[in-house]
């Protein structure tokens, strides 16, 4: 049992990352369980007290007097469940908002000043490393989640993917509503015209609630299909959602008799490269570009779909 190197990991990135005193390390007033709190709250658009506990596996007692303390401050606002009355739903208020948008400004600005002293042909590995840590973990974590099941999207299915993406952009990669407004065409011209022999839409879903999502629609060029929007939520992540949700796409894609697939993507999006490479696409061209507020570089990808053939 690797024992004591896990927690020689922990001493070493708990001091890296400054978690003892995370308030003063990211300039901010709150602590680690405060922030991870907020950052729940930001980034789930339905969120129950109970919700919370079980997610972050905190005490009941400790959360419902951090939740008091937020309230105070007006960063909350709790009241009465949706789904169950005798639950309580936590919301954030303008101010809490702001809080937990500063709170994701700090903690990206002081992951990417820790990221930068890493040499370029070493991140990556890093990246991938990370990941399987989580994924070894979390498959050896007793009553851990169900897996994921893939279905169409339901009623309000599509405004969590305009919504969804808008906020995890935001809050991982900085980039502006015109990011958020670009998937909401891609989503209105779906939910207005589409041939569901050629496209359809996945929602990658767990106990009862949306967690991943991607598209297949009919590119412009002849024969070919193309895969759009693909999304894994951060509480999903490092158990191959993605590559299920490609898969899928790819599979639906060549039973249509689609000869290729493409993809568009930027290069900053480390994680989705790596599962289209899993796939099997291969990178073809790319190019400079600034747009939501970032400078970026656009990468065209291809598959062909068609068996025996390498193009």
């Known amino acids: 049992m690797p024992i004591q190197e896990i927690r020689a ?29 907020l950052y729940e709250l930001a980034h789930s658009p339905r969120t129950d007290a109970a919700d919370l506990r079980g997610e972050l596996s905190i005490d009941a007692g400790y959360l419902s007097r951090l939740l008091a303390k937020f309230e105070r401050d007006g960063l909350v606002a709790r009241g009465p469940s949706e789904r169950d009355p005798r639950r309580q739903r936590i919301t954030l ?5 702001k809080a937990a948008a500063l709170l994701d400004e700090r903690s990206r600005q002081a992951v990417g000043a ?12 890093l990246a991938e490393a990370l990941s399987t840590v989580r994924e070894l973990l979390s498959q050896a974590r007793p009553g851990s989640a169900a897996e994921p099941v893939l279905r169409d999207p339901g009623p309000g299915d599509l405004g969590w993917i305009v919504q969804r993406h808008g906020a995890l952009y935001a809050a991982e990669y900085g980039w502006d509503a015109g990011f958020e407004g670009l998937v909401a065409r891609i989503v209105a011209d779906f939910a207005q015209e589409h041939d569901p022999r050629l496209e359809r839409v ?35 992540r490092g158990h191959g959602l993605g590559d299920r949700l490609v898969r899928a796409a790819v599979d639906f894609a060549r039973d249509a008799g689609y000869r290729d697939m493409v ?5 900053v999006l480390t994680a989705a490269r790596r599962i289209y490479r899993r796939a099997g696409f291969t990178l073809v061209a790319e190019k400079p570009h600034r747009s939501y507020g970032a400078d970026l570089v656009g990468q065209d990808w291809r598959l062909s779909l068609q068996e025996g053939t390498d193009r």
């Open 114 to 125: 820790l990221v930068a002293d890493v040499p370029e042909r070493d991140r990556d590995r």
């Open 263 to 267: 993809l568009w993507t930027n290069d």
């Open 93 to 97: 208020t303008d101010r809490g908002r």
């Open 202 to 236: 996945w929602i990658a879903e767990t106990d009862g609630r949306p967690v991943g999502s991607v598209m297949c629609v009919r590119d412009d060029a002849p024969d070919t299909a193309r895969l759009r929007l693909l999304l894994v939520d951060p509480e999903a």
């Open 9 to 37: 990991f922990n001493r070493f990135y708990t001091n890296l990352i400054g978690a003892l005193d995370y308030g003063k390390h990211l300039y901010t007033p709150y602590t680690l369980t405060e922030s991870r709190v």
